[in-house]
Antibody, heavy 120, light 109 residues
């Protein structure tokens, strides 16, 4: 069974950057894409982008283009999401997610979430 | 970008009742539609993928239907643990993108 374990909570200043990690275990890391999804307090889910580790190719939601970078390190089975020029509206729980037993239209494996707080 | 609209925003029902949640897409998503359940403080849990396939370990009282632009999640007889927020999500082909609906809160009446 694939598991995704994320890094811990972060508190950042406006204008700075944050980098969240997502380490996979129990499966073939490079095979499937890893997506990042965020959820602001009391709000819905928002897909940010994804990477296919075996190809190293990432694509992003238009809203985050130019501000988010998703990378993957195959040697450590870890994906990263870096968000720059942080503002208060970026305060959210950030999840990584992937598929394991389903087709490439859904996410059946989720990380535990990483709370990122942006505050001066 | 494909927009998913869920209705109703809030659904108030009692245990044992049948719940019907709707998700409408702004353009056809074929059958690339998934449903998730989320409880406070937890990550989303996949219930249904490809519109009608139950994910591993999901009880048979959960079922999904639809194709194209109109989809439905049905919970045949509500259990106390089913009261939560439900999201639909679609996948577009190229570039590969995903979007979520705004959610339906299923609350105890």
């Amino acid at each position: 069974q694939v598991q995704l374990v994320q890094s811990g909570a972060e508190v950042k200043k406006p204008g700075s950057s944050v980098k969240v990690s997502c380490k996979a275990s129990g499966g073939t890391f490079s095979s499937y894409a890893i997506s990042w999804v965020r959820q602001a307090p009391g709000q819905g889910l928002e897909w940010m982008g994804r990477i296919i580790p075996i190809l190293g190719i990432a694509n992003y939601a238009q809203k985050f283009q130019g501000r988010v970078t998703i990378t993957a390190d195959k040697s450590t089975s870890t994906a990263y999401m870096e968000l720059s020029s942080l503002r208060s509206e970026d305060t959210a729980v950030y999840y990584c997610a992937t598929r394991f037993r389903v087709t490439d239209g859904a996410f059946d494996i989720w990380g535990q979430g990483t709370m990122v707080t942006v505050s001066s | 970008e494909i927009v998913l609209t869920q209705s109703p925003a809030t659904l108030s029902l009692s245990p044992g009742e049948r719940a019907t949640l709707s998700c409408r897409a702004s353009q056809s998503v074929s059958s690339y539609l998934a449903w998730y359940q989320q409880k406070p403080g937890q990550a989303p849990r996949l219930l249904i993928y490809d519109a009608s396939n139950r994910a591993t370990g999901i009880p048979a009282r959960f079922s999904g239907s639809g194709s194209g632009t109109d989809f439905t999640l049905t919970i045949s007889s509500l259990e106390p643990e089913d009261f939560a927020v439900y999201y639909c999500q679609q996948r577009s082909n190229w570039p590969r993108m995903y979007t979520f609906g705004q959610g339906t809160k299923l609350e105890i009446k």
